[in-house]
């Protein structure tokens, strides 16, 4: 290789590429490749909420029935029976300090939620909605009983209930409240559904009481599932993406996501059956998910529901419950934010949901260092400049090594350039010439490049933190940055972004070949617009990684007795 330049524009160029091609694919309606991404959505608008009937598949099947809306599926053991809704439903509203949720008597179904200390897609109201059934989104959280072996109807989530009287809001000095809904008979069974919500937690406690009144013995099935539209988020933007769809978690297969598109073309390959985990719907910053017991057998299911409708849940076989006895289970239902000490309080495996993409490994001790350093400084801007500080503290010496070669490739520049124009027509004899001053200086060309390339996945992995942590969403950090989650609003950011790396571009050596030097220059230019589309997290760790380099090179530069200067480009 003739220079140091050639091999650090090749490894830009090469990730751009990555960028690029995850992009293509997405745009193409395929998987992207590299990077967590949003997929593609079948239909721009949302199924209707009546659609919402979900079949579930019988245990052990592994398969799942036709929507419940055909007459034969319906008849069918395993089968959620299409039963009416009911006339006159109610929709009911509960908070507590960090939800406002809605159930709607018709299955006592989840079918809205809202965080108070997260503000909505425009930045500007409180409550951002999750959960929601409209004309415009289908989201929610269902849950029932289904027929087992020994057959029989039993109530679903479209079965009617009734409230049960009860405080509506947490007050001060509680610290739970229930919800609870009773069915009707079906089957004569009754089933009882009773939410726990707790002061500080996203997580709830749902327990299913089902009540055996009939006169024989009786085997029914729990059913769990997240029902949402294929719908891309609002807001999202089109330079990076973040994946948004089902996911699931086993201690076997570990955690498995899944994109829309594979469930419109059946190409869905997860663990169907398990006895631990959770079944989750994920999305940029916030996420629900069911979570049954530890030892319970359960089917997993994903699959389409209607047109760009999509569930994702869990059955698992009840014990025969005799005349007059009632069987409880108790699952969780989390709905909210990916916060991830949070997340890894309530489940094993649920602060997966946070997605890191392929650099879990190094993303999460970074994002441990970020947190300890809020905790601290109490300001999410300075923690993403002192985190940037300490990596390049623990980075010095491989950026020592890089820096010194650029700087002893710099002083050699003069003979290069001098040794091409004299040999520009014998180029055999260019490359031997060139090779020797290499080797009588003492100056590897590749020196300046192992040390950067070895840091390349720590920073992609510390985007994927900045990227992927909902503490970025409205955190303000100084003046007018008052989210780092959104971009700058006047370009500032990046317009110093793009300062700093052309200025970090003229302290090093020109490349000998003249198409190098200019595609050195073009490179960071054409890098840099990116970033002004850029969250404005992403955008300040940059600057300070690059203020940070130049004066790292500025110093190694005089230190060795290279003068700095700046090599400004010269195109023709």
């Known amino acids: 290789m003739n220079d140091i330049r050639r091999t650090i524009l090749w490894v830009i160029f090469g990730f751009s590429m990555v960028l690029l091609w995850d992009q293509w694919q997405l745009f193409n309606g395929n998987k992207p490749t590299f990077f967590p991404s949003t997929p593609v959505a079948t239909s721009p608008a949302a199924a209707p909420a009546s659609t919402a009937s979900v079949p579930a598949g019988p245990v052990g099947s592994g398969a799942v029935p036709a929507p419940a809306a055909t007459p034969a599926a319906a008849a069918a053991p395993g089968a959620v029976p299409a039963s009416t809704p009911s006339v006159g439903k109610q929709r009911l509203v509960v908070s507590t300090d960090l939800l406002t949720l809605t159930f709607d008597t018709?299955?006592?179904?989840?079918?809205?939620?809202?965080?108070?200390?997260?503000?909505?897609?425009?930045?500007?109201t409180d409550g951002f909605v999750l959960l929601d059934e409209s004309a415009a989104r289908v989201y929610v959280a269902q849950s029932g009983l289904i027929a087992g072996a020994g057959g029989g109807s039993f109530p679903t989530h479209k079965t009617p209930m009734t409230v049960v009287p009860g405080e509506r809001q947490l007050k001060d000095g509680q610290d739970s409240l229930e919800v609870k809904f009773e069915s009707a008979e079906v089957g004569g069974v009754k089933l009882v559904k009773t939410y726990t919500l707790k002061r500080g937690a996203y997580d709830i406690a749902v327990r299913h009481d089902a009540v055996n009144n009939g006169a024989s013995a009786v085997s029914p099935q729990l059913y769990t599932q997240l029902v949402r539209d294929g719908n891309k988020l609002p807001g999202e933007s089109a330079l990076y993406s973040t994946f948004t769809g089902p996911a699931i978690y086993t201690e076997a297969q570990k955690y498995q996501k899944v994109e829309f598109s594979?469930?419109?073309?059946?190409?869905?390959d997860v663990e169907k059956q398990a006895?631990?985990?959770?079944?989750?719907?994920?999305?940029?910053?916030?996420?629900?998910?069911?979570?049954?017991p530890d030892g319970l057998q359960r089917d997993i299911f994903l699959r389409k529901v209607d047109t760009n409708?999509?569930?994702?849940?869990?059955?698992?076989?009840?014990?025969?419950?005799?005349?007059?006895?009632t069987q409880s289970t108790t699952a969780t239902l989390f709905v909210g934010p990916q916060e991830e000490k949070r997340?890894?309080?309530?489940?094993?495996?649920?602060?997966?949901?946070?997605?890191?993409?392929?650099?879990?490994?190094?993303a999460k001790p970074l994002y441990w260092l970020l947190d300890k350093l809020h905790g601290f400084i109490h300001n999410w801007g300075w923690s993403i400049v002192a985190l940037v500080v300490l990596l390049k503290i623990a980075f010095y010496w491989l950026n020592a090594k890089a820096y010194a070669s650029m700087a002893k490739m710099k002083s050699v520049s003069p003979k290069i350039m001098e040794m091409r124009e004299r040999l520009k027509d014998k180029p055999q004899e260019m490359q031997v010439a060139m090779m020797k001053i290499y080797k009588e200086e003492k100056v590897n060309p590749m020196g300046g490049c192992f040390p950067i390339m070895i840091q390349i996945p720590v920073f992609i992995a510390l985007y994927w933190v900045l990227l992927s942590s909902v503490e970025m969403r409205n955190a303000p950090w100084v003046l007018?940055?008052?989210?780092l989650s959104s971009p700058d609003p006047?370009?500032?950011?990046?317009?110093?972004?793009?300062?700093?790396?052309?200025?970090?571009?003229?302290?090093?050596?020109?490349?000998p070949d003249p198409m190098q030097a200019k595609l050195m220059w073009y490179m960071p230019l054409i890098f840099s617009v990116m970033f002004f589309f850029f969250p404005a997290g992403l955008v300040l760790y940059w600057i300070t990684n690059n203020i940070l380099s130049i004066a790292q090179q500025w110093v190694i530069n005089t230190r060795m007795g290279v003068p700095p200067q700046f090599n400004l480009p010269k195109f023709k």
């Open 106 to 124: 018709e299955g006592g179904t989840l079918v809205g939620s809202a965080f108070p200390r997260h503000k909505d897609v425009d930045g500007k």
């Open 262 to 268: 594979d469930i419109e073309k059946n190409k869905v």
């Open 275 to 292: 006895t631990n985990g959770f079944v989750a719907m994920v999305q940029h910053y916030f996420a629900s998910a069911w979570i049954l």
């Open 309 to 325: 409708l999509y569930a994702v849940g869990m059955i698992t076989p009840l014990p025969a419950i005799a005349p007059g006895a």
């Open 343 to 362: 997340l890894e309080a309530i489940a094993p495996g649920l602060e997966l949901v946070k997605d890191y993409g392929w650099l879990t490994i190094l």
């Open 480 to 483: 007018w940055i008052q989210d």
């Open 490 to 511: 006047y370009y500032i950011l990046p317009l110093v972004m793009t300062a700093t790396t052309l200025l970090q571009t003229a302290l090093n050596p020109t490349p």
